[in-house]
């Protein structure tokens, strides 16, 4: 099946630091990646859409300058969490779409972001 | 907007009962699919519907697409252990980019052995 890795999986930094996270797919190629954000006991609520080659597309209220999203080639697209504050605090998911006739996408684990 | 509702919220069961959960959406779908996730882990598909009316197993999982194409259900028979974690319903984000999703709030599941 496809696979989606995410690196960290786990980040604990200090307030105003930037993070970066990886997302990869490992055996496919993926023109639109997605970044989710879950916070404890919620659902998985899309920030922005990473498209290869193009800038990426946030969802309302996601600031694109504090999470800079780059898709720089086929199998990756970064998250980076510019100065972080606590509040930015949570679950960061990526998952990369597999073009198909069912366009599916497929989860990475996951980054735990902790910001101090 | 979209909207998806998904129950029941948490179910607590015994081992070896049976479970339901189902989701319905605030207009038509043309894809339903489950997901379960782990504690600390990214959701990993289980089962992906296409058709009004499909029904689909996967082991002892089974969900259909609702024949109004506004609602879905997941069963899980003879539930163990492994089972507990977090089962989401999604479908197309209308609005959205292609493979756009919107997910459910999602059936906490605990299974006490």
């Known amino acids: 099946g496809a696979v989606v890795s995410q690196h960290p999986s786990r980040v604990i930094c200090k307030s105003g630091t930037s993070v970066k996270i990886e997302c990869r797919s490992l055996d496919f190629q993926a023109t639109t990646m997605f970044w989710y954000r879950q916070f404890p006991k919620q659902s998985l609520m899309l920030m922005a859409t990473s498209n290869e080659g193009s800038k990426a597309t946030y969802e309302q209220g996601v600031e694109k300058d504090k999470f800079l999203i780059n898709h720089a080639s086929l199998t990756l697209s970064t998250l980076t969490v510019t100065s972080a504050h606590p509040e930015d605090s949570s679950f960061y998911i990526c998952?990369?779409?597999?073009?198909?006739?069912?366009?599916?996408?497929?989860f990475g684990p996951g980054t735990r972001l902790t910001v101090l | 907007g979209q909207q998806l509702n998904q129950s029941p919220q948490s179910m607590f069961i015994q081992e070896g009962e049976d479970v339901s959960m189902n989701c319905t959406s605030s207009?038509?779908?043309?894809?339903w699919l489950w997901y379960k996730q782990d504690p600390g882990e990214g959701p990993v598909l289980l089962i992906a519907?296409?058709?009004?009316?499909e029904l689909t197993s996967n082991g002892r999982l089974t969900a259909q697409f609702g024949i109004t194409r506004k609602d879905s259900f997941l069963n899980i028979s003879a539930s163990i252990p492994s089972d507990v974690g977090i089962y989401f319903c999604?479908?197309?984000?209308?609005?959205?980019?292609?493979?756009?999703?919107?997910f459910g709030k999602g059936t906490k599941l605990s299974v006490k052995p």
């Open positions: 998952s990369a779409l597999l073009l198909s006739s069912y366009n599916e996408q497929f």
């Open positions: 207009s038509i779908f043309n894809t």
């Open positions: 999604a479908g197309p984000n209308y609005g959205g980019s292609q493979g756009n999703l919107i």
């Open positions: 519907l296409y058709k009004a009316g």
